[in-house]
Nanobody
């Protein structure tokens, strides 16, 4: 199973970006999916999660600005980021709680995509 994240880049404060993360491989089903981020010199923090049924949870720092969604048919999770601030600059990582075709359960992580918010 692999997770591939896309969509990072350089954006000005107040701008928007949309991240995508597609899971592929021997997937039977996916439970929760989510996004975390790690700023330079800091620990990795949870940004948002979404259940298979669509229930969402957000870090206080992104509530009202970020929206997490998923397409279960495509095994893909998205993060729409609006009103971006310089403090949102970080490497963003996606994760997925996967049940494989051999019915093994494991949390998989993507490789990370850099988001830089700067003028």
């Amino acid at each position: 199973v692999q997770l591939q994240a896309f969509g990072g880049g350089l954006v000005q404060p107040g701008g928007s970006l949309r991240l995508s993360c597609a899971a592929s491989g021997r997937i039977f089903s996916i439970n929760d999916m989510g996004w975390s981020r790690q700023a330079p010199g800091k620990q990795r923090d949870l940004v948002a999660t979404i259940t298979s049924g669509g229930s969402t949870n957000y870090a206080d720092s992104v509530k009202g600005r970020f929206t997490i969604s998923r397409d279960n048919a495509k095994n893909t999770v998205y993060l729409q980021m609006n009103s971006l601030k310089p403090e949102d600059t970080a490497v963003y990582y996606c994760n997925a709680q996967v049940v494989t075709t051999t019915l093994a359960y494991r949390d998989y992580w993507g490789q990370g995509t850099l988001v830089t918010v700067s003028s």
